[in-house]
């Protein structure tokens, strides 16, 4: 069993899924996403990890909500971004259709 189904199992148990809203999950993202800010400007490396994974669980949750697992959201997203090419600016990468 893997961590994502241990999230998702213990958000069942708590009748997160299907009893909470979208809309609920959605602003306990922004919340956890606001500590991880924080944490950040502080450099509180603790906070950061824990914040992190606060989000990683809340975004767990979500994508049960919508019937897709966490799994394949992220498997979209690195097939999104593997080719991708780009550039630092300002020690942001910045993809290739975006640089001006």
Do not use: P
Not at 38 to 47: D, H, K, L, S
Not at 50 to 58: E, F, N, P
Not at 83 to 92: A, E, T
């Amino acid at each position: 069993m893997n961590r994502f189904n241990d999230i998702r199992s213990w958000a069942h148990d708590r009748n997160l899924i299907h009893g909470g809203t979208k809309q609920a999950q959605m602003l306990k993202g922004v919340e956890e996403l606001g500590e991880i800010a924080a944490a950040v400007a502080r450099g509180n490396v603790e906070g950061v990890k824990d914040g992190i994974g606060d989000v990683v669980v809340v975004l767990t949750i979500l994508a049960a909500q919508y019937d897709v697992s966490i799994e394949d959201c992220i498997d979209h997203a690195y097939n999104e971004i593997k080719d991708r090419k780009g550039r630092m600016v300002d020690g942001c990468f910045i993809k290739e259709g975006d640089i001006k």
